[in-house]
């Protein structure tokens, strides 16, 4: 009574095999009444009992094994293969390891399934996301963004007219950025209190798609007229000083062994239009976050030095107004700052003509954005992004310049913000030569919608990104970098300032400097 029969259990077998749908093997056990023989009992998922009538057990019954039977039978190796009745001769068995499979998960030492998973392996479905509920999941981000970049243009303007006042300068819009206050200020919060997990999508938001959105509408305020009002005395000299700030901080970059996008950022906004070229840049080449802070750092600092400086050099050192404007547009980083420096040297030298130069060359190398954007991005992401010394050691060199490539590496939201820009353009030309923009808009309302919508992207999106920038930047990711991209700043900051001195010195020598706009 203590043993199950074997011909009675191969019959039974394969019955319980049906019922279960699980596979059925056996393992060896021993019998106080066969004195040690062996016999054959199912173990997964329960074994048949051939315990004696005295135990708890009723013999032939399903129950499931003992684990540490089950786990004894693994380290012996005592398999058997299915139905237990060849006996073992060490030979190669096809059916030993799904027993010792099956053994080990009676034991409880087998892998773990997967837990979202239904029986046959399948996935079960997600359900899909409302925009209810992907509004909800973004609010805390985007609001804190928000909240970060209003102080921050709060605290610029402030600054800002300090600056002015200790200059002698009153009145005036401020000299000052918000965008690089607003990622001081969220810098400063992250790394002082422990921001919530549930800020993270919303600044993820803001640092892509809404950082995209604001460079499209960026496109807005330039316009190929402004170029066309510089004339063939000014264009010559933007052209030289962007070519040379972008080729000498390239460089300059290289030797240095700096990170490709990085050196590419700096290089854009120092030789270009400062916070506004680095942020239309850096999702081109999907730059890293700390390279952003570090190149706004660089170029915010360096422009504010020359946007004090620059009006007193060029007041001793020059000597028509035409020469000052144009180097003032020329040497200064961003457009508030050399607007800042063209209000503090009319207002220290009564010298209007001087500031109204300034800032129409500072608008032509504006445009240059338009076109070096595009073949950074190309030539940046092209050439794989790595540092400069890496690249050059490893001996690569910059693909070709090809259309079907520099369509690759062109973003959508490029293509966008060179739309803008040719709708901005073609609204200005024909306002010049009808006198509505496009045959139909009459000049005040072409006036408010261009600058509605550079206002929008340039203070509240790019504002609210480059806020996202500083609350997801940690100081720990800024201490390897050291000071090699100050130092790239300063020599970048050099370069085009001397290039911008040298033009405005040799201009009147070459043409006439009555040229320039009045």
């Given at each position: 009574?203590?043993?199950?029969?074997?011909?009675?259990?191969?019959?039974?077998?394969?019955?319980?095999?049906?019922c279960?749908?699980?596979?059925?093997?056996?393992?060896?056990?021993?019998?106080?009444?066969?004195?040690?023989?062996?016999?054959?009992?199912?173990?997964?998922?329960?074994?048949?009992s051939?315990?004696?009538?005295?135990?708890?057990?009723?013999?032939?019954?399903?129950?499931?094994?003992?684990?540490?039977?089950?786990?004894?039978?693994v380290?012996?190796r005592?398999?058997?293969?299915?139905?237990?009745?060849?006996?073992?001769?060490?030979?190669?068995?096809?059916?030993?390891?799904?027993?010792?499979l099956?053994?080990?998960?009676?034991?409880?030492?087998?892998?773990?399934?997967?837990?979202?998973?239904?029986?046959?392996?399948?996935?079960?479905?997600?359900?899909?996301p409302?925009?209810?509920?992907?509004?909800?999941?973004?609010?805390?981000?985007?609001?804190?963004?928000?909240?970060?970049m209003?102080?921050?243009?709060?605290?610029?303007?402030?600054?800002?007219?300090?600056?002015?006042?200790?200059?002698?300068?009153?009145?005036g819009?401020?000299?000052i950025?918000?965008?690089?206050?607003?990622?001081?200020?969220?810098?400063?919060?992250?790394?002082?209190?422990?921001l919530?997990?549930?800020?993270?999508?919303?600044?993820?938001?803001c640092?892509?798609?809404?950082?995209?959105?604001?460079?499209v509408c960026?496109?807005?305020?330039?316009?190929?007229?402004?170029?066309a009002?510089v004339?063939?005395?000014?264009?010559?000299?933007?052209?030289?000083?962007?070519g040379?700030?972008?080729?000498?901080i390239?460089?300059?970059g290289?030797?240095?062994?700096?990170?490709?996008?990085?050196?590419?950022?700096?290089?854009?906004?120092?030789?270009?239009?400062?916070?506004?070229?680095?942020?239309?840049?850096?999702?081109a080449?999907?730059?890293?976050?700390?390279?952003?802070?570090?190149?706004?750092?660089?170029?915010?600092?360096?422009?504010?030095?020359?946007?004090?400086?620059?009006?007193?050099?060029?007041?001793?050192?020059?000597?028509?107004s035409?020469?000052?404007?144009?180097?003032?547009?020329?040497?200064?980083?961003?457009?508030?700052?050399?607007?800042?420096?063209?209000?503090?040297?009319?207002?220290?030298?009564?010298?209007e003509?001087?500031?109204?130069?300034?800032?129409?060359?500072k608008?032509?190398?504006?445009i240059?954005?338009?076109?070096?954007?595009?073949?950074l991005?190309?030539?940046t992401?092209?050439?794989?992004?790595?540092?400069g010394?890496?690249?050059g050691?490893?001996?690569?060199?910059?693909?070709?310049?090809?259309?079907?490539?520099?369509k690759?590496?062109?973003?959508?939201f490029?293509?966008?913000?060179?739309g803008?820009?040719?709708?901005?353009?073609?609204?200005?030309?024909?306002?010049?030569?009808?006198?509505?923009?496009?045959?139909?808009?009459?000049?005040?309302?072409?006036?408010?919608?261009?600058?509605?919508?550079?206002?929008?992207?340039?203070?509240?999106l790019?504002?609210?990104?480059?806020?996202?920038?500083?609350?997801?930047?940690?100081?720990?990711?800024?201490?390897?970098?050291g000071?090699?991209?100050?130092?790239?700043?300063?020599?970048?900051?050099?370069t085009?300032?001397?290039?911008?001195?040298?033009?405005?010195?040799?201009?009147?020598?070459?043409?006439?400097?009555?040229?320039?706009p009045?």
């Open positions: 009574m203590g043993r199950v029969h074997t011909p009675l259990l191969n019959q039974l077998a394969p019955s319980v095999l049906r279960s749908a699980l596979p059925l093997s056996f393992a060896a056990v021993s019998s106080p009444h066969s004195a040690g023989a062996t016999q054959r009992a199912a173990v997964l998922p329960y074994s048949f051939s315990a004696p009538l005295h135990s708890n057990a009723s013999p032939g019954f399903l129950q499931p094994p003992s684990a540490t039977a089950a786990a004894a039978a380290s012996s005592h398999v058997r293969p299915a139905w237990g009745l060849a006996p073992h001769t060490g030979r190669s068995n096809p059916n030993r390891m799904p027993c010792e099956q053994l080990r998960s009676a034991a409880g030492i087998t892998e773990k399934k997967e837990e979202d998973g239904n029986d046959d392996g399948e996935r079960s479905p997600q359900p899909q409302t925009p209810a509920s992907k509004i909800a999941t973004l609010a805390p981000g985007v609001a804190a963004s928000v909240a970060v209003t102080a921050g243009w709060f605290g610029a303007g402030h600054l800002g007219m300090a600056v002015l006042e200790m200059q002698g300068v009153t009145g819009a401020s000299p950025s918000g965008i690089p206050v607003a990622i001081l200020l969220g810098m400063a919060a992250n790394n002082t209190i422990t919530p997990e549930s800020l993270k999508p919303g600044l993820k938001f640092t892509t798609t809404a950082l995209r959105a604001g460079i960026v496109g807005a305020k330039l316009s190929v007229v402004d170029v009002a004339g063939a005395a000014g264009i010559p000299a933007v052209m030289l000083t962007v040379t700030g972008l080729t000498a390239t460089l300059a290289k030797k240095l062994g700096l990170d490709t996008k990085l050196t590419a950022l700096t290089a854009a906004g120092t030789s270009i239009c400062g916070v506004t070229a680095i942020t239309a840049l850096a999702p080449i999907d730059a890293e976050q700390k390279h952003v802070a570090m190149s706004v750092a660089s170029v915010v600092a360096f422009g504010t030095c020359g946007m004090l400086c620059y009006p007193y050099i060029a007041h001793n050192f020059l000597d028509s035409e020469q000052v404007g144009l180097f003032l547009g020329l040497a200064i980083h961003d457009t508030a700052q050399v607007v800042g420096s063209a209000m503090t040297y009319n207002e220290l030298f009564q010298d003509l001087a500031m109204r130069i300034a800032v129409v060359t608008l032509t190398r504006n240059f954005l338009a076109g070096v954007i595009p073949y991005a190309y030539s992401v092209g050439g794989g992004g790595q540092g010394a890496a690249a050691a490893a001996g690569g060199s910059k693909p070709a310049l090809t259309w079907a490539g520099f690759q590496h062109l973003p959508l490029v293509v966008g913000f060179l803008m820009a040719c709708a901005r353009s073609v609204g200005d030309w024909s306002l010049a030569s009808t006198g509505a923009a496009y045959g139909v808009v009459p000049p005040e309302m072409w006036s408010e919608m261009t600058s509605g919508i550079s206002k929008v992207g340039s203070h509240y790019i504002g609210s990104a480059m806020a996202a920038v500083g609350l997801s930047t940690s100081f720990a990711t800024l201490k390897g970098v000071m090699k991209p100050f130092a790239l700043g300063i020599g970048g900051a050099f085009v300032g001397a290039t911008a001195y040298g033009c405005a010195s040799v201009l009147p020598y070459v043409m006439d400097v009555t040229a320039l009045t």
